[in-house]
């Protein structure tokens, strides 16, 4: 009687602080007559996925050299944090499943009978394994303190998955210029993050897996992946020279335009319709900056990223490197005056947000003294940002370019 050589996989532990390791543990019955030791279970058994997963620092997905904090003059406190939440991004606590069945030939087209989803509330989880290929698509799923989100994911179709956000109030054109009397704003998505991995192969045959275990008498194959960000955080910051209590403060309102409505949940590439996401801002005083003291109005941003953009990975360039090179992405922000008027101004931000394409610092340095600061007999823009609009899916609005 033969025994049939098994390789053993080399050492793995190195791999771990970086890489998601889906691990495919199957166990079938041989035979009686089969001679296999240790003993290749089959047909068709359960595969054990486990995923050790580390979401990488700001630092790593912004893909800078450079300290961040030296250039994020506003900070980040305590009620920033209620209003925001974190500037960290956060580690998942469940996640989506989405397993497709291809048969026996790999890169085939995935089918409704072939899918199955479930939800898994730790990072491993059993499920039975045909002999053949497979794909595997995981996203994390979000968790809100009210158990509300604004994120919304279409699983609908078989091949891709797609996210998406909700309306959350509207903006008069009076100063966005959109033709129609109310351009729609946004919600921030809420960050989470997906992995996908094609053509995994369950096989019948022990040489194609990467080692035995002993305990569970099992036969372990590992396949390398990560959990990558497909919702990007900007710090957004403006710096007041010079202001002198001119400007006192900020409605809290801000939105910035152009930025993708979608993502492919699949691969990260953002879709190519644009929209306007609004976001909250706040004001500090009296901050040391360059030998003097400035006024900065800050906010944290999340996005689904410029459009037409590939999703971020470790090796990323954080250019733009997308065709939607005709849109133009612009702040708007109320500023409250000292004399009780308030007014909504735009700041071209365009070039920022192609050199950070996945997130980073947004600066624009301002001297209050050269503001246009409306007066009582000339005011300003008073109210421009609808906090709620009724019927708003029947209203149509243009996106400024």
């Not at 994120?151 to 054109?173: I, P």
């Amino acid at each position: 009687m033969m025994k049939t050589s098994i390789k053993r996989m080399k050492s793995w532990k190195n791999r771990m602080a970086q890489w998601l390791s889906i691990v495919l543990i199957h166990c079938s019955l041989f035979t009686a007559t089969s001679c296999i030791e240790p003993p290749l279970y089959l047909p068709a058994e359960e595969v054990l996925v486990e995923m050790p997963i580390v979401i990488m620092d700001m630092e790593i997905v912004w893909n800078v050299d450079v300290d961040w904090k030296t250039q994020w003059l506003y900070g980040w406190d305590v009620i920033d944090e209620e209003i925001s939440g974190s500037i960290n991004y956060p580690m998942p606590t469940n996640y989506e499943v989405r397993r497709y069945y291809l048969g026996s030939e790999p890169n085939q087209p995935h089918t409704r009978e072939g899918m199955d989803g479930f939800t898994i509330f730790a990072p491993s989880f059993r499920r039975t394994y045909n002999f053949g290929y497979y794909d595997l698509l995981l996203w994390s799923n979000i968790d809100s303190p009210t158990g509300t989100q604004v994120l919304l994911v279409d699983d609908s179709s078989v091949d891709e998955v797609y996210a998406s956000t909700t309306a959350t109030r509207g903006m008069l054109n009076e100063i966005t210029g959109a033709s129609s009397p109310v351009t729609g704003l946004y919600n921030q998505p809420e960050i989470f993050y997906s992995a996908y991995e094609q053509n995994i192969y369950i096989s019948r045959y022990p040489e194609d897996y990467d080692y035995f275990d002993e305990e569970q008498k099992v036969w372990v194959k590992r396949i390398n992946t990560s959990l990558t960000p497909l919702v990007y955080i900007y710090l957004v910051q403006v710096i007041l020279h010079h202001n002198d209590g001119r400007v006192v403060g900020v409605t809290g309102d801000a939105a910035v335009s152009a930025f993708a409505s979608s993502t492919n949940v699949n691969t990260g590439h953002t879709g190519n319709r644009p929209c306007m996401v609004y976001f909250p801002m706040r004001m500090k005083q009296g901050i040391d900056y360059r030998d003097e003291k400035v006024d900065v109005i800050g906010g944290k941003l999340t996005t689904f990223g410029l459009c037409d953009m590939d999703g971020w990975r470790n090796n990323t360039r954080a250019e733009y490197m997308g065709t939607r090179t005709d849109l133009e992405n612009k702040l708007y922000l109320t500023m409250q005056f000292s004399n009780g008027q308030e007014k909504t101004f735009n700041f071209p931000i365009t070039e920022q947000c192609r050199s950070r394409a996945h997130g980073g610092v947004i600066t624009i340095e301002l001297d209050a003294r050269e503001l246009d600061i409306p007066t009582p007999g000339n005011p300003g823009s008073k109210n421009l940002f609808v906090p709620n609009l009724e019927d708003y899916e029947n209203i149509d609005y243009d996106i400024p370019m």
